[in-house]
């Protein structure tokens, strides 16, 4: 659908000023989801950022692919995510998440079409930073990752840049409302996340690291230049107004989010901190 043909509606953008721990930064997303589900606030577009670097698993991943032990000698926090895939490094990234009910046009019907619908936004964003980007196809036969990486492969209408994957998603539709998150790399070595995996020789770490870097990119490497967190978040935002005919609206999370955020944390995963 093009932007012109969604009616104009208004989410509140949220940009949060200090980085999160993983599983504050999950337990808040999952908060704004139930606030929004109650019609308490409106749809909302939120950016954060993540401290100290964490390892997110997806809903149903499982543990074998993990290697804990070497994630807590490097500081690195272990969380679940409500949504599937498979795993991703936070650091050095910006990260957003979507939490609309089910009848706003933008996210309405199949995983897939909602999907396609939001990373319209997405492209519109990074197009405003200059970046020449592509939704990945439908693949009939689908992808596989040989691995617990999420960066290894690019799903359905995922974000690709010169065939490299450079933006990864999840979505969970559940009970009338939808949340959809994603992690775009702003620097650094994209192939760090196989040090928190599990191998059974060291020369699979290696290669899947080489893997990691030949299939996905980071912003800097995209541009060829340093872009700020604030200022992926600007064009981003710019991106979802345009894309998705939104009137963004900036807000904080409210007192009942926040608290309901802090009564979620959940005990940990090997020694992180978990939201199931």
Not at 57 to 71: C, F, H, N, T
């Amino acid at each position: 659908m093009s932007p012109t043909l969604y009616p104009r509606a208004r989410w509140r953008v949220m940009v949060d000023p200090q980085p999160r721990s993983g599983a504050e930064n999950m337990a808040l997303d999952v908060a704004i989801l139930d606030a929004v589900a109650a019609r308490a606030v409106l749809p909302t577009l939120r950016f954060y950022r993540w401290d100290p670097p964490c390892l997110s698993l997806g809903k149903r991943q499982p543990l074998d692919g993990i290697d804990p032990a070497r994630a807590r000698a490097a500081g690195v926090d272990l969380v679940r995510r409500p949504t599937g895939g498979w795993a991703i490094l936070h650091t050095d990234e910006l990260t957003y998440s979507v939490a609309a009910p089910r009848d706003d046009p933008r996210v309405d019907g199949p995983i897939l079409d909602a999907y396609r619908r939001l990373s319209a936004g997405l492209v519109a964003g990074l197009n405003v930073l200059g970046v020449a980007v592509e939704m990945n196809p439908v693949d009939p036969l689908g992808v596989h990752n040989q691995s617990a990486a999420c960066f290894e492969v690019p799903s359905a209408y995922e974000i690709t840049v010169a065939g490299k994957k450079l933006m990864g998603s999840a979505q969970t539709q559940a009970n009338g409302r939808v949340l959809q998150h994603g992690s775009l790399p702003l620097r650094g070595d994209i192939g760090r996340v196989a040090d928190y995996l599990w191998f059974p020789v060291e020369a699979d770490r290696e290669s899947l690291r080489a893997h990691l870097r030949s299939r996905a990119t980071t912003l800097r490497d995209a541009l060829g230049r340093a872009v700020a967190f604030d200022e992926a978040c600007a064009a981003m935002t710019a991106g979802f107004a345009a894309g998705l005919n939104l009137e963004l609206e900036p807000g904080p999370p409210t007192p009942a989010e926040m608290a309901a955020a802090a009564a979620a944390l959940t005990p940990a995963i090997s020694g992180g901190t978990a939201v199931c």
